[in-house]
């Protein structure tokens, strides 16, 4: 069955980096677009980041464009996504999700909480 | 930027009708999707291009979608159907995807 699941959360200080992973089984991941999608405490999803399924194109959030870099690795199955300069409002669950079709979101892991703090 | 908004919650007897809406700048042109997340979990598809099912989702979520406002429609709504419920479209114009604000659905 299609699974997808994010490692490498944790808590990190202002300003440094930290890389999450998503490594995805149950379908052929080189078929498809892959999102990260964020939610911070009690609040709402928070869209973030989609790359092609080759990798060609990507796309950001604006209020992570230019700090987060989203990329996979198609021999691996897996996604990342490489977040610099971190912020306190980056505080959140980072969800990895795949795009379906029609920019639908049809499949989610179960997410990795990233703390942001000094 | 594109912006969806929904109302913060709505509440609903058990075997009643909830009804969510997304207002957003002529949503009737966009493929909406809706997802349900229950508390502590991650979201799941109910609805994708305005009206259709993933497999697996009951047919008592329905959804519609004209001019400003999309609708998610759960009829004989049970207990299990109590969780946060988010819309989302595609904005073309900036290749990127919006989340509504999300809607809490409660069971009395």
């Known amino acids: 069955q299609v699974q997808v699941v994010e490692s490498g959360g944790g808590v990190v200080q202002p300003g440094r980096s930290l890389r999450l992973s998503c490594a995805a089984s149950g379908f052929t991941f080189g078929n498809y677009a892959m999102h990260w999608v964020r939610q911070a405490p009690g609040k709402g999803l928070e869209w973030v980041a989609v790359?092609?399924?080759?990798?060609?194109?990507?796309f950001y959030g604006d209020s992570v464009k230019g700090r987060f870099t989203i990329s996979r690795d198609n021999s691996k199955n897996t996604l990342y996504v490489q977040m610099n300069s971190l912020r306190v409002e980056d505080t959140a669950v980072y969800y990895c999700?795949?795009?379906?079709?029609?920019?639908?979101?049809?499949?989610w892991g179960q997410g990795t909480l990233v703390t942001v703090s000094s | 930027s594109y912006v969806l908004t929904q109302p913060p919650s709505v509440s609903v007897a058990p075997g009643q009708t909830a009804r969510v809406t997304c207002g957003g700048n002529n949503i009737g042109s966009k493929s909406v999707h809706w997802y349900q997340q229950r508390p502590g979990q991650a979201p799941v598809l109910v609805v994708y291009d305005d009206s259709d099912r993933p497999s697996g989702i009951p047919e008592r979520f329905s959804g519609s979608n004209s001019g400003n406002t999309a609708t998610l429609t759960i009829s004989r709504v049970e207990a299990g159907d109590e969780a946060d419920y988010y819309c989302q479209v595609w904005d073309s114009s900036s290749d990127h995807y919006v989340f509504g604000t999300g809607t809490k659905v409660t069971v009395l």
């Open positions: 790359i092609s399924y080759d990798g060609s194109n990507k």
């Open positions: 999700a795949r795009d379906w079709s029609d920019h639908v979101l049809d499949y």
